[in-house]
């Protein structure tokens, strides 16, 4: 589990707007971010959220927590497929945010869903490799293929049940590409962390978990990765302990302050 409340300093320019707006009587503006300053709201919600969504959530969950201060957001990250098991056998959770549809609708088939899911953002695979790509990979074909020394690129990949692995499939079978991956990881931190390390040439994930690397692994483009593109999903769960919290969360996803920060961290936007 991983909390992500923490205490952030306010500016002396927003305390002023914040005073002026407690003192203002009229209607709040239609257009108003999401998660504006409220003490209306309260309780305690734990999210279950696919691995790689913690980099986005952890900010998020600090400016819904700013923005409700007598709220506590409690995070628990991994693969989607272990998070839905563990919500199966019974764990105790208010929400839970998949990466793709098949593990959301383990949850929703055995009606433990207390509404019908949201998507708020997608995500595309990229070929992770070290700075430089040393074995010049331009496609996944190419991991595959000898490199400099003869031998192919070591490559780790997700495990075909939890949502990168099975888009990581779909791809490799679209190209034809016969790969024997270095290892199967839970969860696309796992491969990224491979990578990140040295232990791995070259690995299949989101870009928004290059990006949150800071320049210590890089991105190769897949050829229309778009074709299986996840999608993020999230639903509160029946019998959550702060059903109007859960549903605070699940709108403030959705707002233009929140769709700006998954666009930032390489998500993309929401597809009918």
């Known amino acids: ?22 003192c203002s009587g009229g209607a709040p503006d239609a257009g108003a971010d999401t998660a504006a300053p409220t003490s ?9 959220a696919a691995a790689s969504l913690q980099g986005a959530f952890e900010q998020l969950g600090d400016d819904f927590m700013t923005a409700h201060p007598d709220t506590d957001l409690t995070f628990s990250f991994n693969g ?7 919500i199966l056998s019974g764990a105790p959770v208010d929400v839970f945010a998949s990466a793709d549809e098949p593990n959301m609708a383990k949850v929703t088939d055995a009606d433990l869903a207390a509404g019908d899911p949201d998507t708020f953002a997608t995500s595309e695979l990229v070929i992770a490799v070290q700075p ?8 996944l074909a190419d991991l595959a293929a000898p490199g400099p020394d ?8 997700c495990a075909a049940e939890v949502p990168c692995g099975n888009a990581s499939q779909q791809l490799l079978e679209r190209d ?4 024997t ?16 390390k040295g232990e791995a040439d070259a690995g299949l994930v989101y870009r928004s978990d290059v990006l949150s690397t800071d320049g210590e692994v890089e991105a190769v483009d897949i050829t229309d990765a778009a074709e299986a593109a996840g999608a993020y999903m ?14 605070a969360w699940i709108a403030y996803l959705n707002s233009d302050e929140a769709q700006q920060l998954f666009a930032e961290l390489g998500f993309g936007p929401a597809r009918d």
Do not use: C
């Open 234 to 247: 999230i639903a509160p769960i029946a019998g959550g302990s702060s059903p109007e919290v859960a549903e």
């Open 176 to 179: 034809a590409v016969s790969l």
């Open 132 to 139: 430089g790509n040393p074995f010049d990979i331009a496609s």
């Open 1 to 22: 589990m991983l909390r992500t409340r923490r205490t952030l300093a306010v500016s002396a320019l927003a305390t002023a707007a914040l005073l002026l707006a407690g």
């Open 150 to 157: 003869g031998a192919a690129p070591v490559t780790v990949v």
């Open 181 to 196: 991956p270095a290892s199967e990881e839970q969860n696309v931190t796992a491969v990224l962390t491979k990578v990140r």
């Open 40 to 48: 209306d709201l309260s309780g305690d919600l734990t999210v279950y």
């Open 80 to 86: 989607s497929s272990v998070l839905a098991t563990q």
